[in-house]
């Protein structure tokens, strides 16, 4: 037999209808025990692939769910990404990621991409645009992990974020609890985490008896290049003693420049913790993310909703552990 082998040829070789062949294939308990190992004998001879992709869609359930992430290259959010495909396996479910670069054009064709294929539902890493969600996912569930979109009001979807207030405001204390006097804070570009580290910076400072200055406030550009030219002005010119950096591709750019700075070891801190920081020549205090839990809550909220159609959204807020290294 030449070709694609269908539901069909196998009925004909076994001499039963398409629907007998069917619920053979599928165990069903309405064909004799015989007749389906025989149905399944001549399937696997014939070379017979069942269409798991057409049943699903008359079933209106894939087992699959999309992910959209900004940027697999960042630590991270690599992590990040097993922990929801590890959450999504041992629930049963295949996952479809896709790479948005931090593009709001590409996060555009993604959730067209995901929906084309009729994922049951989607997990998203905002890129911080004002997408209209509800226009495009329509009746499609949705959780947002680690970043959620600029919103003026309710957002209808759930949201699982760390608190990066409390992430934040804990490192910076710690530095200042180890003697620093003056911090500036290389801040993400990412409107959404940059508002609420920043807010938590200041708290720090605020609480600590120091006055914000914008001085020694810099913003990083979306792909870091001004991050080198930044650290050598806040702690060159504005003569910083400690630094606080809002992310971990922040963070690569600031310990190449260090050492062309030569400067007497300062207090350094971050969010998003990494294994090699343990390798660094100098102390260094961080906010590690429970990323783990960060993927499973997301994974379990968002099958719930596919359970529940009328559940109501959450925001679910997990704290950053501090770790000094």
Same mark, same amino acid.
Request: glycine fraction near 6%.
């Given at each position: 037999?030449?070709g694609?082998?269908t539901?069909?040829?196998? #009925?004909?070789?076994?001499?039963?209808?398409e629907?007998?062949?069917?619920?053979?294939?599928?165990?069903?308990?309405?064909?004799?025990?015989?007749? !389906? &190992?025989?149905?399944?004998?001549?399937?696997?001879?014939?070379?017979?692939?069942p269409?798991?992709?057409?049943?699903?869609? %008359?079933?209106?359930?894939?087992?699959?769910?999309g992910?959209?992430?900004?940027?697999?290259?960042?630590?991270?959010?690599?992590?990040?990404?097993r #922990?929801? *495909?590890?959450?999504a396996?041992?629930?049963?479910?295949?996952? =479809?990621?896709?790479?948005?670069?931090?593009?709001?054009?590409?996060? /555009?064709?993604?959730?067209? +991409?995901?929906?084309?294929?009729?994922?049951?539902?989607?997990?998203?890493?905002?890129?911080?645009?004002? $997408?209209?969600?509800t226009?495009?996912l329509?009746? $499609?569930?949705? =959780?947002?992990?680690?970043?959620?979109?600029?919103? $003026?009001?309710?957002?209808?979807?759930?949201?699982?974020?760390?608190?990066?207030?409390?992430? $934040? &405001?804990?490192?910076?204390?710690? +530095?200042?609890?180890?003697?620093?006097?003056?911090?500036?804070?290389?801040?993400?570009?990412?409107?959404?985490t940059?508002?609420?580290?920043?807010?938590?910076?200041?708290?720090?400072?605020?609480?600590?008896?120091?006055?914000?200055?914008? /001085?020694?406030?810099?913003?990083?550009?979306?792909?870091?290049?001004? =991050?080198?030219?930044?650290? !050598? &002005?806040?702690l060159?010119?504005?003569?910083?003693?400690?630094?606080?950096v /809002?992310?971990?591709?922040?963070?690569?750019?600031? +310990? !190449?420049?260090?050492?062309?700075?030569?400067?007497?070891?300062?207090?350094?801190?971050?969010?998003?913790?990494?294994?090699?920081?343990?390798?660094?020549?100098?102390?260094?205090?961080?906010? %590690?993310?429970?990323?783990?839990?960060?993927?499973?809550?997301?994974?379990d909220?968002?099958?719930?909703?596919?359970?529940?159609?009328?559940?109501?959204? *959450? *925001?679910?807020?997990l704290?950053?552990?501090?770790?000094? !290294?």
């Open positions: 037999m030449t694609k082998v539901i069909k040829d196998v #009925a004909k070789a076994a001499g039963v209808s629907a007998t062949v069917s619920r053979a294939l599928t165990h069903s308990p309405r064909v004799k025990r015989d007749t !389906r &190992q025989k149905i399944q004998n001549i399937a696997n001879n014939l070379g017979y692939h269409n798991g992709l057409a049943r699903s869609i %008359r079933l209106q359930h894939t087992h699959t769910l992910v959209i992430i900004p940027d697999i290259l960042n630590a991270f959010f690599t992590k990040l990404s #922990a929801i *495909e590890d959450a396996d041992k629930a049963g479910y295949d996952v =479809v990621l896709v790479n948005t670069d931090e593009s709001l054009a590409k996060e /555009a064709n993604a959730l067209s +991409l995901l929906l084309e294929k009729q994922v049951d539902g989607i997990i998203i890493t905002s890129a911080g645009g004002p $997408t209209k969600y226009d495009i329509g009746n $499609t569930p949705a =959780v947002f992990v680690d970043r959620m979109p600029p919103v $003026t009001g309710q957002l209808a979807y759930d949201r699982v974020l760390v608190d990066n207030i409390q992430g $934040t &405001q804990a490192v910076v204390t710690e +530095l200042i609890h180890q003697g620093a006097q003056r911090i500036g804070i290389i801040n993400s570009a990412v409107s959404f940059a508002t609420e580290r920043m807010t938590g910076y200041r708290e720090a400072l605020t609480q600590a008896g120091f006055e914000p200055d914008a /001085a020694i406030e810099a913003t990083a550009r979306t792909d870091n290049s001004n =991050v080198q030219q930044m650290t !050598r &002005q806040l060159v010119n504005q003569k910083c003693d400690g630094l606080f /809002a992310d971990n591709t922040i963070m690569e750019e600031v +310990l !190449r420049k260090l050492p062309a700075l030569d400067l007497p070891p300062i207090h350094l801190g971050g969010f998003d913790d990494q294994d090699w920081f343990d390798f660094l020549p100098q102390p260094i205090v961080t906010a %590690r993310q429970p990323i783990a839990q960060l993927g499973q809550t997301a994974i909220r968002l099958l719930a909703k596919i359970d529940d159609p009328d559940l109501l959204p *959450e *925001e679910i807020r704290a950053a552990t501090t770790i000094s !290294r």
